[in-house]
């Protein structure tokens, strides 16, 4: 489920980000979104009016699902870390050190 969510929201990001950037900016920025780059369409006002709309949708949906995974994904085991889990090369208990060997006795 969460991942379904993750990829929903994944697409419903680039979709933000795309409206975005096809609004008319007062600036001089990209502005694809103009009556020109339209044709006969739309016009210029129902150009806005669609992108404004679709921006408030899409910037609803990006909400309601970040609110919602974090709420799947609170508490759903222990705590994980980096930090905390084991190197790969090392072993997960401590050995005990060698015994060195007995002394040799001397012979005469």
């Given amino acids: 489920m969460t991942t379904v969510l993750l990829v929903l929201h994944f697409f419903i990001t680039l979709a933000l980000i795309g409206v975005v950037l096809l609004q008319r900016s007062e600036g001089g920025g990209l502005g694809i979104g103009s009556s020109q780059g339209m044709g006969s369409f ?8 669609l992108l404004t709309r679709a921006t408030a949708f899409l910037a609803v949906a990006f909400f309601v699902l970040s609110l919602t995974l974090a709420y799947l ?3 759903t085991g222990q705590p994980r870390s980096i930090l905390d889990a084991p190197a790969i090369n ?11 060997p007995p002394p040799a006795v001397p012979t005469n």
């Fill in 42 to 49: 739309m016009t210029g006002r129902g150009t806005a009016n």
């Fill in 73 to 75: 994904s609170r508490g």
């Fill in 90 to 100: 090392t072993p997960a208990t401590p050995t005990a050190p060698a015994t060195p």
